[in-house]
């Protein structure tokens, strides 16, 4: 039996492809590994969104060259965003690789990895030449990557929004919906598996189902997602600020199994600096509508993230960012430095802002967040909070870790947990009470109770 190693860069949309990839793989009678130095073929599931990130696919090609020069495998497949925007200077600059596949392609990677494919004879498929229609469902065979209880479902793919910044509607194409049935059948499934907590990703998840004549469809999505046995979670990334919906807001706060958690990318709070953006809005409109959020959700999370350093931004647009942040209290935050990248319109924008000046920014941004998000956590100490159990910490052997509904995983704090009463061992996956005794910057400590 064929082995295929796998390397999945990027975000959960990207990863949710390369759960998919294996799936189908697997069906073919592959063996997926974990081992690189085991593997017959190697497959790189590529990111494109920005410079660090394009840099660490291209590591991981050259990687994998290095493994199929030194013999260890005999195939190397390269695929994902990246494929998506240097497919030809790919192909020249590392010969090693014998196949590419787009995001529109995701169908053909059983027929890629098989060495009697003959690559020359496969049209090549890009977002660029074709519009873009793939969209997995549930019936398409996926293999798991993430912690049996937890699972991501890509709900769409794909985004029209003009963000000034942004290449991936070029890597992914025009924004398409999967249909509501496919998405509630697939949970179905995971928590027949033992999946606990749903996480709903796609480029633009606050459109869902506009383009199927859905109105609200998010919020139904949402409640229907909640109402499924053995689910106990239903979270919601990449919402988009313009499209956050009374409607979808009340399914939030009435429905238990609904995280109290908002994921909102706003990227800033200059009204220059969003118009720039294509992306518009203003500090007040922005305050408003988190206003709106926290009146109708109480107790709810908001995630955010912000560009630092676009073309045009002074200093005097940075301190209303800042002050922005100081008064929203935000519970999460990102922060980027702009990336110029070609091909983007931001690209062709004059009043480039130095980079060590964007970088020096988002220090900055960061520094006055961790001061808000240390002191949001002290406010926790005392308080006995319902945790998702996870197992060992990342950090240390001696703790366990866990996570609150307002801690998605990989981006957020966790709840570090040093005791439990004696005879009580929880397995991954179980929902414990924790009476939290310390607050970190970014995460929390306490014992089982
Ligand atoms: S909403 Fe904007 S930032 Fe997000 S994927 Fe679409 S164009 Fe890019």
Known sequence: MKKIGFVSLGCPKNLVDSE?????????GYEITNDASEADTLVVNTCGFIESAKKESVDAILEAARQKSGGNCQRLVVAGCLVERYREELRQEIPEVDAFIGTNQINDITTVCDERTNMRSLPVVSIGNQSATYLYNESTPRVLTTPGYSAYIKIAEGCDRPCAFCFIPQMRGHFRSRRFESVISEAQQLAERGVKEIILVAQDSSRYGEDLGLKDGLAHLLRALAGLN?????????????????????????????????????????????????????????????????????????????????????????????????????????VFPYSDEEGTRAYDLSDKVDERVAESRRARLMKEQARISRRLNKGRVGSTVRVLFEGAAKESDLLWQGRLET??????????????????????GDFVNVYITEAHTYDLVGRIV
């Open 407 to 428: 801690q998605a995983p990989d981006i957020d704090g966790c709840v570090l947990i040093n005791d439990a009463p004696e005879d009580y061992t929880p397995v991954p």
């Open 20 to 28: 998919v990839m294996m799936g189908r793989l697997r069906q073919a």
């Open 230 to 334: 053995g689910i106990e979670w239903v979270r919601v990334m990449y919402t988009y600020p313009t499209h956050i919906s009374d409607v979808f807001l009340d399914v939030m706060a009435s429905e238990p199994k609904a995280v109290k958690y908002l994921d909102m990318p706003l990227q800033h709070a200059s009204a220059k600096v969003l118009k720039l953006m294509l992306r518009g809005g203003t500090r007040t409109s922005l305050e408003r509508l988190i206003d709106r959020v926290r009146r109708r959700v109480p107790g709810i999370a908001i995630r955010t993230t912000f560009i630092t350093g676009f073309p045009g931004e002074t200093e005097a647009d940075f301190q209303e960012l800042l002050a922005f942040i100081r008064n929203a209290q935000f519970d999460r935050v990102g």
